[in-house]
């Protein structure tokens, strides 16, 4: 059970942390293999780039978990603490439909080129996140209504 909570708290950031590293150590190799040793690196570069995308979409899920995306907030301030449960949910499943079909088209375009092998894991991990977020939303809320309920409020 130890192990499945540090993936669920720490995934994102270990991977970021890997992946980044890993950038870093692929783009310095290159600078120096090609500036001076004068022979580039041919795969470096393309390495380099799927590395970026993975540090933006895993960096995307870390954000969404971590509830960072920007927002804008003036109308949801003035909701009711009902209503404010009830915007996050709404908000959270027109997201989750956003990236599925996203993680649909990313599937169907990844398989079309055949050779890539890379599928929109982070927009996978995003709409996960986004139902973990909306399971903690409503806890959250009928735990503290419960509680007001107990104390007479």
Same mark, same amino acid.
């Not at 590293?21 to 692929?26: E, F, L």
């Not at 580039?40 to 978990?65: D, M, Q």
């Not at 956003?98 to 398989?111: A, D, G, N, P, R």
């Given at each position: 059970?130890?192990?499945l909570?540090?993936i669920?708290? *720490?995934?994102?950031e =270990?991977? !970021? #942390?890997?992946?980044l590293?890993?950038?870093?150590?692929?783009?310095?190799m290159q $600078?120096? +293999?090609?500036?001076?040793f004068k022979?580039?690196l041919p795969?470096?570069?393309?390495?380099a780039?799927?590395?970026?995308?993975?540090?933006?979409?895993?960096?995307a899920s870390y954000?969404?978990?971590?509830r *960072?995306?920007?927002? =804008?907030? !003036? #109308?949801y301030e003035?909701?009711?603490?009902?209503g404010q449960?009830?915007c996050? $949910?709404? +908000?959270n499943?027109?997201?989750?439909a956003?990236?599925?079909m996203?993680?649909q088209?990313?599937?169907?375009l990844t398989l079309?080129v055949a050779?890539?092998?890379q599928?929109?894991?982070?927009?996978?991990?995003?709409?996960?996140?986004?139902?973990?977020?909306?399971?903690?939303?409503?806890?959250?809320y009928?735990e503290?209504?419960?509680?007001?309920n107990v104390?007479?409020?």
């Amino acid at each position: 059970m130890k192990v499945l909570k540090l993936i669920d708290e *720490k995934l994102e950031e =270990i991977f !970021l #942390v890997i992946i980044l590293i890993a950038a870093v150590v692929i783009v310095a190799m290159q $600078v120096v +293999t090609r500036y001076i040793f004068k022979i580039p690196l041919p795969w470096s570069e393309e390495i380099a780039r799927y590395l970026f995308l993975w540090l933006t979409w895993v960096g995307a899920s870390y954000a969404t978990k971590e509830r *960072k995306h920007v927002s =804008i907030d !003036l #109308v949801y301030e003035k909701l009711p603490e009902k209503g404010q449960m009830i915007c996050k $949910v709404i +908000t959270n499943i027109i997201w989750m439909a956003f990236l599925l079909m996203m993680v649909q088209l990313s599937m169907k375009l990844t398989l079309s080129v055949a050779s890539g092998g890379q599928t929109a894991t982070g927009m996978g991990l995003m709409a996960f996140r986004l139902i973990q977020n909306c399971y903690k939303d409503v806890k959250a809320y009928t735990e503290k209504k419960r509680e007001a309920n107990v104390n007479g409020n």
